[in-house]
């Protein structure tokens, strides 16, 4: 028997949210066969198996986190003594989940993405005490579970009164202390249902294996049972007497989970708004000559198989200005004290997709010609939509390009992609009256924005990258003057 823990598929992953499993109990797999589709911060991922054999168990269930280092499926290979985890009771796979030891430290997973677990590397994030002093199930303080008990979250979400201590089943001299959502046997996305629907789970009978509570049990329990009010501002019950709790706290709000890519974005943008001191500037830009330099580009033969678009000339523009402008290519080693200017150019382009703001870069941008960068930005764009962005696709950014002129919007002040020091925004390109030659005319115009970290460009230098952009989408031959 053998189990595969989750890895670190990406650096200083600490967990991932299943999503959705390739293989059921019973099913035969082989040696590098994809098992299961994993969400990170940064991507989903498609995880192989590393053993060949029959599956005994899943060890977590679709859209649930775990932790790097964590066991999520077990292999029956025929090799080893021992019942396959399947067969344990559900209610302690929590308890026997942590009492799995983890493989000898010069031993790592021979997965095909990423990196094998590093033992001991994942460490399990503290629960939130309670007001009381005491962790949330009621027992001792967090991080400090009696000997024998585990507190942490499980494979199943499972929980025995085995399971928790002492203190959650007896109280004051051997009186039993009042139940507790905590005692109840749940997985996580049942309990999560429950505080959505106000539903108090410690007065339904379960239904599921060993009397745990089903997602099934906590509905037919919203129109069997009164609700529990989440708030009067929620419930209203004095405006709406008749109405149940829930049916109000359905309509007035709906929570999202925080995880994956909205978590790994918020928490980029928040240590990079409060990190860097962001300077932006703008410029409104005549862009009729560089949108008829993208008709004529079109018609060449050598971009017959590519896209060109404005964002291909904006991007090659901003190669030419970092190449001139360096320090605005470089960023702040806080820990060394040092400015690392970088010599190579890997150009960022963000994109809102159907999992959030993805970042990827086109590698050694600066090195392709423009057929070339025309198809990196395609197949960047291409395969961002359809999900299959790579977290290797995402590191080692160094300039960020945002077109926020796809939505319609002139401008914006962008924040900085984490370990850079500028990123430009091009609003949408729209005509509005221009003086040329001294007479007012209709001409293509668009505003750039840059926003750059002030510790390591000074407003001369970005002033002067943002002037050569500028110049560059006014007068598309200074690229190959300056070029």
Known sequence: MKEFRLPDVGEGLTEAEIVRWHV?????????????????AKAVV???????????????DEGETVDVGKPIISVDDGAGPGA???????????????????PPAEVRQPVLVGYGVKPGAAKRRPRKPSPSGTSPTGGSPAGTPPAGASLAGTATGLRSPEAVPSGVREGGAGTAAPPTNAAVLAKPLVRKLARDLGIDL??????????????????????????????????RETAW???????QAAEDEERIPIRGVRKATAQ????????????????????????????????????????????????????????RHPMINSVWDEARQEIVVKHRVNLGIAAATPRGLLVPNVKD????????LAGALGALAETARAGRTQPADMAGGTITITNVGVFGVDSGTPILNPGESAILALGQVRDMPWVVGGQVVPRKVCTLAVSFDHRVVDGEIGSLFLRDVGAMLEDPLRMLAWG
């Open 365 to 372: 941008a600066h090195l392709l010609s423009l057929p070339a």
């Open 241 to 247: 007497p008749q109405t149940p709790a829930v049916t």
């Open 268 to 323: 980029a943008m928040v240590a990079s708004a409060f990190t860097a001191p962001h300077v932006t500037e703008f410029l409104q830009v005549d862009m009729t000559e560089t949108m008829d330099a993208v008709r004529r580009l079109r018609e060449l033969p050598d971009f017959a198989e590519v896209k060109v678009s404005p964002l291909l000339l904006v991007a090659k523009a901003v190669l030419v200005a970092a190449r």
């Open 202 to 235: 410690t007065v339904l009978t379960g239904t599921g294996p060993h009397g745990s509570i089903t997602r099934d049990d906590v509905q037919a329990a919203v129109g069997a049972a009164p609700a529990r009010p989440r708030s009067a501002a929620v419930t």
């Open 46 to 60: 498609e995880l192989p198996c590393p053993f060949e054999g029959v599956v005994a168990a899943l060890m977590a």
């Open 84 to 102: 396959p985890v399947a067969e344990r009771p559900a209610a302690l796979a929590d308890a026997a989940a942590d009492l799995v030891p983890a």
């Open 24 to 40: 059921k109990v019973g099913d035969p797999v082989k040696v590098n066969q994809t098992i299961v589709e994993i969400e990170t």
